[in-house]
């Protein structure tokens, strides 16, 4: 399984790197924002990508978007790591595409529980 994870804190892709791995992911790729995810993502297939919202130079449901509209993509769990917590947000996630929608700060057994669930339905 490929992983993709798109986030600007060099901290919280540290955090998910190290959180997937110990859940058995080993194969996960790093992005700084959604221009390098979205570069990253046609240069490979990735089987779940993760990705924040709030990102300078493309956030995250711009990133979400434009993935959809990729075929290799339309069907890839996408999953939404985010301080954002609102409704409308939500609702704008799922618009653009997102397959689930996880709150920061995240548990690591939790982020495990839905990268599988997800993984297991695809």
Request: aromatic share 6%.
């Amino acid at each position: 399984m490929k992983l993709l994870i798109v986030d600007d804190s060099t901290m919280l892709r540290d955090m998910l790197s190290y959180a997937l791995n110990e859940g058995g992911y080993n194969d996960v790729v790093e992005a700084v924002d959604g221009v390098d995810g979205l570069e990253k993502a046609n240069s490979t297939q990735y089987d779940l990508i993760i990705t924040d919202i709030n990102m300078p130079n493309m956030d995250g449901l711009t990133f979400v978007g434009e993935l959809r509209k990729l075929s290799q993509y339309s069907k890839t769990p996408i999953l939404v790591l985010t301080t954002e917590r609102s409704d409308e947000m939500k609702t704008k996630g799922k618009a653009a595409g997102a397959t689930g929608w996880i709150v920061k700060p995240f548990v690591p057994d939790q982020l495990l529980k839905a990268v599988n669930i997800v993984l297991t339905k695809k």
